[in-house]
């Protein structure tokens, strides 16, 4: 079982930057797609940026040009620059891996982000 563990939310005003970081303990599990997502109050869990092993990226509308998702391997680790924060990026981010090959994905526990003058 892989496990995870989010850090770097927090408060910002808008305008400002944030960077997520998420580890996995992969317990020796090799980790296929890493990705963040987000659930804000009364709203569904939708997907905010994934990124395969080989470093491809692919962003949900709403933070293209403003968000970049990046990976380390060898530290498995995933992290998530958010810059040009906005109040509707306000949510709880969840990390996301993939185990390879079974594809079962794990979750972390998520982080508060909290964009508010």
């Known amino acids: 079982q892989v496990q995870l563990v989010e850090s770097g939310g927090g408060l910002v005003q808008p305008g400002g930057s944030l960077r997520l970081s998420c580890k996995a303990s992969?317990?020796?599990?090799?980790?296929?797609?890493m990705g963040w997502y987000r659930q804000a109050p009364g709203k569904q869990r939708e997907l905010v940026a994934v990124?395969?092993?080989?470093?491809?990226?692919t962003y949900a509308d709403s933070v293209k040009g403003r968000f970049a998702i990046s990976r380390d391997n060898a530290k498995n680790m995933v992290y998530l620059q958010m810059n040009s924060l906005k109040s509707e990026d306000t949510a709880v981010y969840y990390c996301?891996?993939?185990?390879?090959?079974?594809?079962?994905?794990?979750w972390g526990q998520g982080t508060q982000v909290t964009v508010s003058s």
């Open positions: 996301k891996a993939e185990q390879w090959p079974s594809l079962v994905a794990s």
């Open positions: 992969t317990a020796g599990f090799v980790i296929a797609d």
């Open positions: 990124i395969t092993r080989g470093g491809g990226a």
